[in-house]
């Protein structure tokens, strides 16, 4: 093999070892490793991220306790409803919801809301209360 063949072969060998090390090392060690251009040799800064807007609701807090002792769902509802203008007490609620007797919370409130007994309603059922209660749809009152 001609001597200027071996060079070019070892060159290129150790160019694409060496270029292997540049990507392979830094990734293992850390996530600054990757803050650095390697062909213009400068380090720069990753795009920062848009943080979401936020907006704080105004929602009056209202109290489960103590008459819905496990009914804190219903006590949600409540205050989403006092915060999109329906007049709907939290006991309201809790006297209008369905309940399942046989603990099918996707149908109805497990247990009584009153006392230590109740437990959950589980969103299929909420639809449908919620579907069944307002005029507009559900997805309303999603909206701030």
Known sequence: MPKTLKRFTFSLFFILVLSLLLVAIPAQHSQAAFNFNWF???AYKPA???????KM???TPISQFPELPTGCEITA???LMDYKGVDLSK????DEIPYSPDGDMETGFWGNPYDDSGYTMYPPAWLIYL??????SPIYLARP
């Open 77 to 79: 509802v409540a205050m």
């Open 131 to 136: 579907t069944n209660t307002l005029v507009a």
């Open 91 to 94: 006991t309201d609620i809790a």
């Open 40 to 42: 213009t040799h400068k």
């Open 48 to 54: 920062k991220k848009k943080a979401p807007k936020r």
């Open 57 to 59: 609701l105004d929602i």
